[in-house]
Structure formats: structure tokens, C-alpha cells
């Protein structure tokens, strides 16, 4: 399939309204909207938040506020649209009763209450539909919840700092973040858009972390998972006593795969493994490790404790700058 360079900027449009939605629609994926008619963009639309109008409803809306006609334009969607009676009426209908003429879509999608169904429903009503464009870029964006339809398991991402020499804590001190401010700005970005936080034991012990987004504007906050089999950690710990959620998990524990499944039916499509090292070893051995956020800080511990993660099945995709560390994102 040949696309032209209009379409491709059509829908890295779509792509680009959909984020507005971030962090605000989970368990639903992104998904942007944009209609053109004539060879002009008449209206755009996106999830925005669960609940809410689904993009292709909001698009509609758009251009009808904005006074153009719907009828024969063409619609670029970044997800097959949905043809069920969900949270909202299907989109396939809204498309139809808008007289859209043909749709263009990115990615299929891969919930079972949909799957082929919306692009067949179009088709038989008469409207043109192609697939396909920018569908890596839209899988890229919507991962977690591809991940999460295919595995009914989340997304995991592991974030830890280290300093100079590979060191993740340094015993000479008391607990201490040694990262910079900034840095961790960028960390509660991170926090924002999974759905839950989980951490080992010690590190409740050692540094009694809160675990929550603080320093961007959030919503809602994530579960914190605390695994904690021997029932070790402090009564009196902030992930106990805020008031926020967390799962603190004692003698039931059964092991990783089983405590992803259980966060997979909880709906939970990604989870930030924020440590302490013995915890994200046991992730990374059981090969249960999909994405790995090191941040690199030049800082040098007087009594270092050495990670030794082994990241030989992982390859380096990105690297970034959050503050003063450097930022290295692993993939398998
Ligand atoms: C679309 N357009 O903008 C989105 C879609 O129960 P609901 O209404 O929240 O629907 C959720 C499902 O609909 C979600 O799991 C996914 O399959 C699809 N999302 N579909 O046509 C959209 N967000
Ligand atoms: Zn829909």
C-alpha cells in the first residue's frame, strides 16, 4: 500500500491530537481523529478521557460546532473504530449517520468486542476503508494497551537510578535521592501514565517512599504494589497511611507471573518497577521485563551497592536527558 505524503501528515495528525488524551483514558487506548474534506482539515477529535466522547464522536462534534458538513469528507482514525455499545454508542454508526465517505485507519484493534468488525461494518454500508497507515507509530503509541489485550498482563517498565559506577544506593548515607530535581520531574511524568507502582519491600524499609505523582498535575494516582512476603515493612509507612491506594502484598504472595495476572485483571496495562535492585533482578530473571529506564547520574557513592542488572536480551532504543542524568531506555 502507497501512501501520499497529504495522508501520512493527516494522520501523524490524528496521531498528535491523540495525545492529548495521556494519562486520562486507561484501560482505553489513545486515539485521534481527523477529518478532511476538500483537502482541508475540517474537524479533529480524540479520547480525551474515560468516559468521554470516543474520537471519531468528538471529530463529528467538532466540525458540526465549527459549521462544515460532514457529508462525503474522509475520515483518517488512529484505531479501527468500535462497533459496540460500550461507555459510548459505536463509533462505526456515528461515521455513518455523518456521511463519511471513506475512512482511513492506522491499526486495527485487537479488543475482542471489536476485532474486524468496525472495518466490515463500514464496508458494508458502502464506505471505503484502508489500513495500515502509520500503523507502527500508532502501535508504538498505544502499546500498553496492545500489550495488555494480547497477554491480559501489563506492560512492565523497570526505572533506576545509578551513579557513576553502576551503583544503586549508597550505604554511607541515610536514604537519599542523588538524582536532580528536574530529573525527578520527569519521573512523575513517568508515574502519570502507569497505573500502577511497585516496589520490594526494602525499599519501603530503607527509603519509605510516598510513590505518588506530586510534581506534574495528575488526576489519579497510581496503586502502589508493596511486596512484602514476610510482612517486614513499617505499619506506620507512607504507602500504608496516605490515603491512597495501595496493595500491600504479605504471606499470599505467589510469585511474579501470578501477580501480573492478577494486575492484568485489574485492568492495569502498564507497571513501573521503581525497585530496589534484588526486586527488578527478580523481574529481569524471570524475564518478565518489557522495557528498562536507566538514569545515569554522576554522582559517586562512598559505600556503593552494585545492581548487576544483565541486560543482554534488552537493545538500547533512545536516549534522553531528564536534569542532569542521562537517560538510557532499554526494549527486549
Ligand atoms: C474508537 N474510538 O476513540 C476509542 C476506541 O467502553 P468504551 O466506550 O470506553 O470503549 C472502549 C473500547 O473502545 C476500547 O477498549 C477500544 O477497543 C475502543 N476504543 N474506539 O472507535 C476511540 N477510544
Ligand atoms: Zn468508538
Sequence with gaps: MTWSAAQREYMSRALEVAEKGRGQVRPNPLVGCVLVKDGFVIAEGWHDHLGGLHAEQMAIHDAEEKGHNTNGSTAYITLEPCNHFGRTPPCTEALLWAGIGEVIIAHGDPNPLVRGDGISVLEEAGIKVQSGLLENEAAEQMREFLHWCENRRPYVTVKVAIDANGSVDDLSKDAARFTSDECLKHVHNLRKDCCAILVGANTVIRDD????????????????????????????????????????????????????????????????????????????????????????????????????????????????????????????
Design 209 to 332: 517512599p510516598s510513590l505518588t505523582v506530586r510534581l506534574v498535575e495528575s488526576e489519579r494516582q497510581p496503586i502502589r504494589v508493596v511486596i512484602d512476603p514476610n510482612n517486614r515493612i513499617d505499619p506506620n509507612s507512607k504507602v500504608l497511611n496516605d490515603g491512597f491506594a495501595t496493595r500491600h502484598l504479605t504471606s499470599g504472595f505467589r510469585g511474579l507471573p501470578a501477580l501480573l495476572d492478577m494486575l492484568g485483571d485489574l485492568e492495569i496495562q502498564r507497571l513501573l518497577v521503581e525497585g530496589g535492585p534484588t526486586t527488578i533482578n527478580y523481574f529481569l530473571e524471570e524475564g518478565l521485563v518489557d522495557e528498562f529506564i536507566l538514569v545515569q547520574s554522576n554522582a559517586v557513592h562512598t559505600t556503593p551497592v552494585n545492581s548487576n542488572f544483565d541486560l543482554t536480551s534488552f537493545s538500547s532504543v533512545e536516549e534522553k536527558t531528564w536534569g542532569e542524568e542521562s537517560v538510557k531506555i532499554y526494549t527486549r
